[in-house]
């Protein structure tokens, strides 16, 4: 089986988890417990977290980043190709395209989680009691790092956008226990892609942040 994949009945919709599995073998060097997740989660998804916790799709809040943006970027050109597609929604056309003829990408809608003990140096910045849940669109290794990316037309109107992939990486980061050193963030449209290396944020205020 070269794609596996498993349909997430989670808050918010339906989800299909889907992965690589030759490239995951090619890709992951180095970064075992990675693979080990990806498979874990065919198994082993804590369903229940998804079902009422708050979403991290769903975070209101701007953290700073040093992000740049870059015109024409490769996932940008990758989207562009998926949309072109006859069926399905936007979100399904990029991530079929992307991973089915993308060499970098490994998997899409990935579940994670994170627990409030979690958070470390971030703990207070939201006010939450269950653990925060999400979905990470696209998974791509790129020299030798994990890529957290996430599809959003009209990304150029983004504003929450990197904080919540920030937060996708920091909880991939925590379930695989691989540093935070070896992500990188972005969020893309067919034209435009942001880009950003994740770093945590020491100083903040509590904010309720989720709607």
Request: proline residues 5%.
């Given at each position: 089986?070269?794609?596996?994949?498993?349909?997430?009945?989670?808050?918010?919709?339906?989800?299909?988890?889907?992965?690589?599995?030759?490239?995951?073998?090619?890709?992951?060097?180095?970064?075992?417990?990675?693979?080990?997740?990806?498979?874990?989660?065919?198994?082993?998804?804590?369903?229940?977290?998804?079902?009422?916790?708050?979403?991290?799709?769903?975070?209101?809040?701007?953290?700073?980043?040093?992000?740049?943006?870059?015109?024409?970027?490769?996932?940008?050109?990758?989207?562009?190709?998926?949309?072109?597609?006859?069926?399905?929604?936007?979100?399904?056309?990029?991530?079929?395209?992307?991973?089915?003829?993308d060499d970098k990408t490994i998997a899409v809608e990935i579940p994670l989680w994170m627990e409030p003990s979690e958070l470390g140096p971030l703990d207070g910045i939201f006010q939450a009691k269950d653990p925060v849940t999400?979905?990470?669109?696209v998974l791509r290794i790129e020299d030798g790092k994990i890529w957290v990316w996430d599809y959003k037309p009209g990304?150029?109107?983004?504003?929450?956008?990197?904080?919540?992939?920030?937060?996708?990486?920091?909880?991939?980061?925590?379930?695989?226990?691989?540093?935070?050193?070896?992500?990188?963030?972005?969020?893309?449209?067919?034209?435009?892609?942001?880009?950003?290396?994740?770093?945590?944020?020491?100083?903040?205020?509590?904010?309720?942040?989720?709607?």
């Amino acid at each position: 089986m070269v794609i596996k994949q498993l349909h997430l009945k989670h808050k918010g919709g339906f989800y299909l988890y889907r992965v690589h599995q030759p490239k995951v073998q090619k890709l992951v060097n180095g970064y075992s417990t990675l693979q080990n997740y990806l498979d874990k989660m065919f198994s082993e998804c804590p369903h229940f977290y998804f079902q009422y916790g708050p979403r991290g799709s769903a975070l209101k809040l701007k953290l700073d980043f040093d992000i740049k943006a870059i015109n024409g970027h490769e996932v940008s050109s990758l989207a562009g190709f998926g949309l072109d597609e006859e069926l399905g929604s936007a979100h399904m056309k990029v991530q079929k395209f992307m991973l089915e003829k993308d060499d970098k990408t490994i998997a899409v809608e990935i579940p994670l989680w994170m627990e409030p003990s979690e958070l470390g140096p971030l703990d207070g910045i939201f006010q939450a009691k269950d653990p925060v849940t999400g979905h990470i669109d696209v998974l791509r290794i790129e020299d030798g790092k994990i890529w957290v990316w996430d599809y959003k037309p009209g990304a150029r109107k983004e504003v929450y956008a990197s904080t919540q992939v920030f937060f996708y990486a920091l909880m991939l980061s925590q379930r695989t226990g691989i540093s935070l050193d070896n992500f990188r963030c972005g969020y893309f449209d067919r034209e435009v892609a942001f880009v950003f290396k994740p770093t945590i944020i020491q100083k903040h205020s509590p904010i309720q942040s989720f709607v």
